[in-house]
């Protein structure tokens, strides 16, 4: 008899020490899992959407201006000037961009564009 009561109790220890390892293992992987990996991929995402930004103002810029040197016949010029204001425009929405990852989320002006 003694004998099983001594396993019961080996038996309780050891599953009180798994709950305890199995608490902390949790923890710590929580805590990894949500720093590197969301930042990484936040970061990823904001890159590609400043190249896209500056890649549509240029097309755009091009789409007008070649439509309006076909439309007045005046080959290359219109198209120049277009393209370098799109880039200009793509250039202003990269800053703006950039600005935002600057910022911390939750402050005053986060939703009106400021």
Do not use: C, Y
């Not at 400043?50 to 219109?78: R, Y």
């Amino acid at each position: 008899m003694a004998e099983d009561d001594d396993h019961e109790a080996a038996r309780a220890r050891d599953a009180e020490r798994l709950r305890q390892l199995e608490a902390k293992l949790g923890d710590k992987v929580v805590r990894e899992a949500g720093s590197r990996g969301e930042e990484h991929f936040s970061q990823a995402n904001m890159a590609w959407r400043m190249v896209t930004e500056l890649v549509a103002g240029l097309g755009i810029g091009f789409g007008i201006g070649f439509g309006l040197d076909t439309l007045f016949g005046t080959t290359p010029l219109l198209m120049v000037v277009f393209v370098l204001l799109g880039l200009a425009a793509g250039i202003k929405t990269m800053m703006r961009t950039a600005k935002e990852i600057g910022k911390e989320p939750g402050h005053a002006g986060d939703d009106e564009g400021k």
